[in-house]
């Protein structure tokens, strides 16, 4: 691998990366006397195992034109996003919905039908005033992982790396602005290579693992933003962090989301004791926006000193939950839990990173060809608050369309032939990995107590302290031993960590996603705008 040179290289296999590698070949089938581009993709683990898997929810689109229309999922999402979100982002990816969810069917993605067998089966989310979520029943991250990799084995000129960790961004040596490759470690053997590409795409998902609980897999550390950041990217809204209502509470289910579907076909949220409680926090009640519903379970939870609160869809029939939600179901089933006739006890937890790696309309990076798709990157499409299921929609929509602008362009540009290798000639290997475990623990723990669904200045204060004596101790470490897996990826959270509290500092007000007991009201005279952070020159 270290010795070629790809048109261009994809890290992340995702929505988003599937997606950009799948439609780059696409193109290149209309185009018989062009080339077809070199491209490889990388993933951490084995190919599926990112934050797209566990997608249960679906994808919102404007499938059904007679009871619905772009308008209103526009303003939706508008009202969602709490007065940050960029209208032309926001009318870009709604405007090109079907066409995405139609490019999905094509590549083989199956949908749940009605009854009928003819119409598509669309559902309710948060936030939604019609139904619009197109799903495949509660695994839709799960169908459109297997049909976008299946894809995959008709093109050749794909090749799929598992088990190699982005480790940096490599610039050029004549023009620091531009992306010209990277380094990949092979965490088989924690051997690093230098790999050039003329473009490359950060498809590397969000960053929820520097929480202490989180629906996310292990892999959503943060590593895109970070690598950008190192790199001179701006970032942008990264106070806003999604906590996800409705998490399984148990000790044996690791991090296991319960959809927010449930509560679009009825579910309602009650007390340990079975009281209802959501009317008392918004006239949607368990429809509202999950900030809203985050920040009133997390309330009653600490008023009344529960872990959990309840989740109850006893109301409708074991045939419909069964039919509707069998993954959701069969794993309830497994710890002792029979939904069909108990209520679901649950938590929040972190879920979606808002902000990211600022891009334009084509997913391209403040780098020349460096481009960043899905949840790493920050188009505006969000603002403070995302949408239930607009993340998907994201990443097909932004991954067609910065397919189109890197295809028009690889006929500009040659692969360096001779990257900068990686020197690690004065590093030795460690004898003390317990360094890196426990900062890891802290970090989350810390992140999770100061920067979380609620927050207050002084906790944000100390969370800062900590973070920089973190970043101290993870850069000393860095410097003098042998990099491995876990070390990258603490790296990375730090740093993510650092944005997120410095982000969350200045925003002096309550909005979407970002709640503080110290502003506790919103400020549009002086808050009506996204929370940029500009890298230093040198990091």
């Not at 505006?380 to 189109?404: D, T």
């Not at 020197?423 to 890891?440: C, L, M, P």
Request: aromatic share 8%.
């Amino acid at each position: 691998m270290d010795t070629q040179c790809f048109d261009v290289i994809i890290v992340g296999t995702g929505a988003a990366g599937l997606t950009i590698a799948l439609a780059l070949a696409e193109q290149t089938e209309h185009h018989p006397d062009t080339r077809p581009p070199k491209i490889a993709l990388i993933s951490k683990g084995n190919i599926a195992n990112g934050s797209t898997l566990y997608a249960q929810g679906g994808i919102a689109a404007v499938m059904d034109e007679t009871n619905d229309s772009i308008q209103s999922h526009i303003e939706d999402t508008l009202n969602a996003g709490a007065g940050l979100c960029h209208p032309d982002a926001v009318h870009y990816t709604i405007e090109h919905g079907r066409q995405a969810i139609e490019w999905l069917i094509k590549q083989g993605v199956t949908f749940s039908r009605e009854e009928n067998r003819e119409d598509y089966h669309l559902t309710r989310e948060g936030g939604h005033s019609q139904r619009r979520v197109i799903h495949a029943a509660d695994a839709t991250g799960k169908a459109l992982s297997r049909g976008l990799i299946d894809r995959l084995e008709e093109h050749k000129n794909i090749k799929v790396f598992d088990h190699y960790l982005a480790v940096d961004l490599i610039m050029s040596p004549d023009n620091k602005k531009q992306c010209i490759g990277l380094y990949l470690l092979d965490t088989r053997n924690n051997q690093v290579m230098d790999v050039p590409a003329k473009y490359t795409v950060l498809a590397t998902g969000g960053a929820s693992k520097v929480y202490l609980y989180t629906s996310n897999p292990d892999t959503s550390t943060g590593d895109g933003i970070a690598m950008a950041w190192r790199a001179g990217c701006r970032v942008a809204n990264m106070e806003f962090n999604q906590f996800h209502p409705t998490c399984l509470y148990h000790p044996k289910a690791k991090s296991f989301l319960i959809t927010e579907a449930l509560r679009g076909e009825g579910a309602k949220l009650k007390l340990p004791d079975g009281t209802p409680f959501m009317h008392k926090f918004d006239s949607r009640e368990e429809l509202a926006p999950r900030d809203i519903v985050a920040r009133a379970i997390d309330y009653e939870m600490k008023r009344t000193g529960s872990d959990y609160v309840h989740l109850d869809i006893t109301h409708k029939s074991a045939d419909f939950i069964k039919e509707h939600f069998p993954t959701i179901y069969e794993r309830c089933l497994s710890y002792g839990i029979d939904i069909t006739r108990e209520p679901i006890p649950v938590v929040p937890a972190a879920h979606y990173t808002c902000g990211g790696i600022m891009t334009d309309l084509n997913g391209q990076t403040d780098i020349d060809n460096l481009f960043a798709i899905g949840e790493t990157a920050f188009t505006g499409l969000h603002g403070a608050n995302r949408m239930a299921s607009n993340s998907l929609l994201e990443c097909i929509v932004f991954g067609k369309a910065a397919a189109k602008v890197i295809k028009e362009g690889l006929s500009r540009y040659e692969c360096e032939p001779m990257l900068p290798p990686w020197d690690d000639s004065r590093v030795t290997g460690s004898e003390e990995e317990v360094v890196i475990t426990h900062n890891w623990d802290e970090l989350r723990r810390f992140m999770w107590n100061y920067v979380g669904i609620v927050r207050k200045n002084k906790r944000l204060l100390l969370a800062r302290q900590r973070v920089n004596l973190l970043k101290r101790e993870v850069d000393d470490y860095y410097r003098q031993y042998l990099i491995n897996g876990d070390l990258i990826e603490l790296r990375n959270l730090v740093t993510v960590a650092e944005l997120i509290i410095n982000s969350a500092m200045q925003r002096k007000e309550s909005r979407g996603l970002h709640y503080t007991l110290d502003y506790p009201y919103t400020d549009d005279k002086n808050f009506l705008k996204d929370t940029v952070l500009v890298p230093p020159e040198k990091l």
